[in-house]
């Protein structure tokens, strides 16, 4: 400030040094994050592959991203998840609560399988090899009868320490589900006290988001670094590998739509896929160029409303879904998590380690919030479940930042697809219930 003020008063030079000094952070920081993240890959690729060792003492700039995102995990998947389950009234988890959330459910863990399908059949992998010596094969993944027993915590305190996971998932959701009793309680007081929570949860999520958006700002410096680190120690070899991670995903996110959401509206629904892709492309459309499902909401509605949905089952199915059901993150953890074992372990996942990620990447996806980027976050809990922990300098490190730099494209499809499935699953209660205006249907 001080400075400023120095160099103000010295003359036109200095006034115009100033500016173009302030030109130069306003393009970074007006400029379309997208890209500054893909640039910083694609520079961090280059100076890797040019400065080759000379380049490892930025490493500590890639640890610092690592470390900023692991320190919002926690609170960030605590607030968003009580705060999504605490918004459904007990009221609605009637029968079209129950039937909606089943079909979620399923489509989601059917999602993880097309991923882990698509990843094993491309088998994506870079040959991390140099540095994965010290983390190695060490990962050990826990018994399924164990994983399963974990999810329900016994201390609170001790699994947010801990970071486990998917026992926070679990008592949030538990805790969330309570306070939205509290909220429609008869007694003032009580209801207060939801009301207070809610609010409360909300607020801190909010922060999250806000903290998010601040810590995404690092993110074209972080993978500049993660990403020259892991060339300059690895080569040109780990280029093809990006390639295979989008097409095993671009693949399973058609395979998804094609045998999930066909079959779910043709075979279990009876209902024409032409007609139904007639709407459906719209919110499909927008959610691609958004990378939002909760920006794309609107427009998912509209379509909802063209397919002769009736108001009080998609306004409640809808914005539901845009927070918790997402099949193309789901598909994403799923190839990414093969690629980064492959990457790290050489190997694939056994038959019980892909049981846990089924699992953790379905709960994941639930909690991944509706907006740009978000299922990168949640695909951290994913590699932590089954012993693929993001630790600064680890090789699991490097293989997520080249992941990130890719993100942008990846996030597009599988948003599209997150916010089909919401319309899928809606359109098919919908007609089970045989509430849903056939007449829309004969055009
Ligand atoms: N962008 C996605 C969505 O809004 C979430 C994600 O990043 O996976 O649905």
């Given at each position: 400030m001080a400075k400023q003020h120095r160099r103000s008063n010295?003359?036109?030079?200095?006034?115009?040094?100033?500016?173009?000094?302030?030109?130069?952070?306003?393009?970074?920081?007006?400029?379309?994050?997208?890209?500054?993240?893909l640039i910083g890959l694609v520079l961090g690729l280059i100076a890797g592959l040019v400065f080759k060792e000379k380049i490892l003492?930025?490493?500590?700039?890639?640890?610092?991203?690592?470390?900023?995102?692991?320190?919002?995990?926690?609170?960030?998947?605590?607030?968003?998840?009580?705060?999504?389950?605490?918004?459904?009234?007990?009221?609605?988890?009637?029968?079209?609560?129950?039937r909606v959330i089943v079909l979620y459910l399923f489509t989601s863990a059917m999602a993880v399988f097309i991923g882990l399908a698509t990843g094993t059949l491309f088998r994506p992998s870079?040959?991390?090899?140099?540095?994965?010596?010290?983390?190695?094969?060490?990962?050990?993944?826990?018994?399924?009868?164990?994983?399963?027993?974990?999810?329900?915590?016994?201390?609170?305190?001790?699994?947010?320490?801990?970071?486990?996971?998917?026992?926070?998932?679990?008592?949030?959701?538990?805790?969330?589900?309570?306070?939205?009793?509290?909220r429609v309680s008869k007694d003032e007081r009580i209801k207060k006290g939801g009301d207070l929570l809610y609010t409360f949860f909300d607020g801190i999520a909010e922060v999250m988001m806000l903290v998010i958006k601040g810590i995404m700002q690092y993110a074209p410096i972080g993978v500049f670094a993660l990403v020259s680190v892991v060339f300059a120690s690895n080569g040109p070899k780990v280029m093809g590998s990006l390639g295979l991670v989008t097409a095993a995903c671009f693949v399973g996110y058609a395979l998804h739509i094609i045998l999930v959401y066909g079959g779910l509206v043709k075979v279990y629904g009876g209902l024409g896929l032409k007609r139904y892709f007639q709407d459906a492309k719209n919110p499909f459309i927008t959610a691609f160029?958004?990378?939002?499902?909760?920006?794309?909401?609107?427009?998912t509605m509209q379509a909802a409303q063209n397919l002769g949905v009736p108001k009080d089952i998609y306004s409640f199915s809808?914005?539901?879904?845009?927070?918790?059901?997402?099949?193309?993150?789901?598909?994403?953890?799923?190839?990414?998590a093969v690629f980064i074992a492959l990457s790290v372990w050489g190997r694939a996942f056994s038959i019980p380690e892909m049981g846990i990620i089924v699992v953790t990447a379905t709960l994941a996806s639930i909690g991944t919030a509706g907006v740009p980027g978000a299922g990168a976050i949640m695909l951290l809990l994913v590699l932590d479940s089954v012993g693929l922990p993001v630790v600064a300098g680890s090789p699991v490190a490097g293989a997520y930042a080249m992941i990130l730099g890719i993100d942008a494209l990846l996030d597009m499809?599988?948003?599209?697809?997150?916010?089909?499935?919401?319309?899928?699953?809606?359109?098919?209660?919908?007609?089970?219930?045989?509430?849903?205006d056939m007449a829309k249907w004969k055009t």
């Open positions: 010295h003359g036109p030079n200095q006034t115009s040094n100033h500016e173009v000094s302030k030109k130069w952070y306003s393009w970074y920081f007006e400029s379309n994050l997208l890209y500054r993240i003492w930025i490493a500590p700039f890639g640890d610092l991203f690592v470390r900023l995102l692991k320190m919002i995990m926690m609170p960030i998947i605590l607030s968003t998840l009580i705060v999504g389950a605490s918004s459904v009234s007990p009221a609605n988890l009637g029968k079209v609560g129950i870079a040959e991390l090899a140099s540095i994965t010596e010290a983390v190695g094969r060490q990962a050990e993944a826990p018994s399924i009868t164990q994983t399963l027993l974990n999810i329900v915590p016994t201390s609170v305190a001790q699994v947010v320490v801990n970071e486990s996971i998917l026992a926070v998932i679990f008592f949030a959701l538990v805790f969330g589900m309570g306070i939205s009793y509290l160029v958004t990378r939002s499902s909760n920006g794309t909401l609107p427009v809808l914005p539901l879904g845009a927070t918790v059901n997402m099949d193309g993150t789901a598909i994403y953890q799923g190839v990414c499809g599988r948003t599209a697809l997150n916010v089909t499935g919401d319309l899928s699953c809606t359109t098919v209660v919908a007609k089970k219930m045989q509430q849903l």
